[in-house]
C-alpha cells in the first residue's frame, strides 16, 4: 500500500460575504435559464469549447479519485446516423410496449416520441461511459469505489460548463443503451451512463412551458 502524498492548497480563493452572494446569485441565475432543448441548429461548434468543458468534468470528485469515466465525443454523420437509428429503436419499443401507463402520461407535458432528429442535426453527441471497473496493463482489473455516482457528478459539470460557454444540451437516456458500445467500440467494462446532445437551439426553438419546485420544496436546514 502507497503512503499518501499531500500539496499545500495553494489554488483556494476567499471571497467576502456580499461577493459570495453577488456570485452565487449569478450562478443561480445563468442556471435558472438552462433548458433542455429538442430544437438544435447544426451550426457548427469549436472543438477547443468542447475539450473544454469535458476537461471541466473531469475534475469531478470521484470515489478513491479513480475516475471511472469515458467520454465519446461523436460529430462524423454517419455515427450519428447509426447512433440515431438504434436509439429510435429502442424507444419505439419503449413508447409502444415497455413504458407503463403512469410514465407516458408523466412524459406526456413534454411532447417526447420515439423521434430523435436531433440525434443527427446537433454538432456534438457526447456518450458518457461509466467504467464498471479499471483494466490494467497486464490484463487484471481495478475495483471502482461509487462509479455511478462518481459519472453522476461528472455529468452534472458538463452540462453546466456547457451551459457557461452560451450552449444548450439534451439529456438523453434510450434504454437499454448497449448499442452504444457497440457502436462506438467501447469495452466490456464500459456502461453507457448517458447521451448527451450538445449545440446551439435552432432559430424558432421551443420548450415546455413547466416549472421548477420552490426552495422550501426541495430543501429542509435543520
Same mark, same amino acid.
Given at each position: 500500500?502507497?503512503? @499518501?502524498?499531500?500539496?499545500?492548497?495553494? =489554488? $483556494?480563493?476567499?471571497?467576502?460575504?456580499?461577493?459570495? &452572494?453577488?456570485?452565487?446569485?449569478?450562478? $443561480? #441565475?445563468?442556471? +435558472?435559464? +438552462?433548458?433542455?432543448?429538442?430544437?438544435?441548429?447544426?451550426?457548427?461548434?469549436?472543438?477547443? *469549447?468542447?475539450?473544454?468543458? *469535458?476537461?471541466?468534468?473531469?475534475?469531478?470528485?470521484?470515489?478513491?479519485?479513480?475516475?471511472?469515466?469515458?467520454?465519446? /465525443?461523436?460529430?462524423?454523420?454517419? /455515427?450519428?446516423?447509426?447512433?440515431?437509428?438504434?436509439?429510435?429503436?429502442?424507444?419505439?419499443?419503449?413508447?409502444?410496449?415497455?413504458?407503463?401507463?403512469?410514465?407516458?402520461?408523466?412524459?406526456?407535458?413534454?411532447?417526447? =416520441?420515439?423521434?430523435?432528429?436531433?440525434? #443527427? !442535426?446537433?454538432?456534438?453527441?457526447?456518450?458518457?461511459?461509466?467504467?464498471?471497473?479499471?483494466?490494467?496493463?497486464? %490484463? %487484471?482489473?481495478?475495483?471502482?469505489?461509487?462509479?455511478?455516482?462518481? /459519472?453522476?457528478?461528472?455529468?452534472?459539470?458538463? *452540462?453546466?460548463?456547457?451551459?457557461?460557454?452560451?450552449?444548450?444540451?439534451?439529456?438523453?437516456?434510450?434504454? @437499454?443503451?448497449?448499442?452504444?458500445?457497440? *457502436?462506438?467500440?467501447? @469495452?466490456?467494462?464500459?456502461?453507457?451512463?448517458?447521451?448527451? /446532445? !450538445?449545440?446551439? @437551439?435552432?432559430?424558432?426553438?421551443?420548450?415546455? =412551458?413547466?416549472?421548477? &419546485?420552490?426552495? #422550501? =420544496? !426541495?430543501?429542509?436546514?435543520?
Amino acid at each position: 500500500m502507497s503512503s @499518501p502524498k499531500f500539496i499545500a492548497l495553494a =489554488d $483556494y480563493r476567499e471571497y467576502d460575504t456580499e461577493e459570495m &452572494k453577488r456570485r452565487a446569485d449569478s450562478f $443561480y #441565475e445563468l442556471m +435558472r435559464r +438552462r433548458r433542455t432543448v429538442r430544437h438544435f441548429s447544426n451550426r457548427p461548434v469549436a472543438r477547443e *469549447i468542447i475539450e473544454h468543458c *469535458i476537461l471541466a468534468a473531469a475534475t469531478a470528485p470521484s470515489g478513491a479519485n479513480l475516475q471511472p469515466w469515458h467520454f465519446v /465525443v461523436v460529430t462524423d454523420p454517419s /455515427v450519428k446516423f447509426q447512433i440515431r437509428v438504434a436509439a429510435e429503436e429502442e424507444e419505439k419499443e419503449f413508447y409502444s410496449r415497455r413504458a407503463p401507463k403512469a410514465w407516458l402520461e408523466a412524459l406526456a407535458p413534454l411532447g417526447t =416520441d420515439e423521434h430523435k432528429l436531433f440525434l #443527427e !442535426v446537433a454538432p456534438y453527441l457526447i456518450a458518457i461511459f461509466e467504467e464498471r471497473y479499471g483494466r490494467l496493463p497486464t %490484463g %487484471g482489473q481495478v475495483k471502482h469505489y461509487y462509479p455511478k455516482e462518481s /459519472v453522476g457528478i461528472a455529468t452534472g459539470l458538463l *452540462i453546466t460548463a456547457i451551459q457557461e460557454v452560451g450552449l444548450v444540451s439534451l439529456t438523453h437516456t434510450p434504454s @437499454p443503451m448497449k448499442f452504444l458500445n457497440e *457502436i462506438l467500440g467501447r @469495452p466490456s467494462n464500459e456502461s453507457p451512463f448517458l447521451l448527451l /446532445v !450538445v449545440g446551439y @437551439p435552432a432559430e424558432g426553438a421551443v420548450v415546455p =412551458d413547466i416549472n421548477r &419546485k420552490r426552495l #422550501e =420544496d !426541495v430543501c429542509t436546514f435543520v
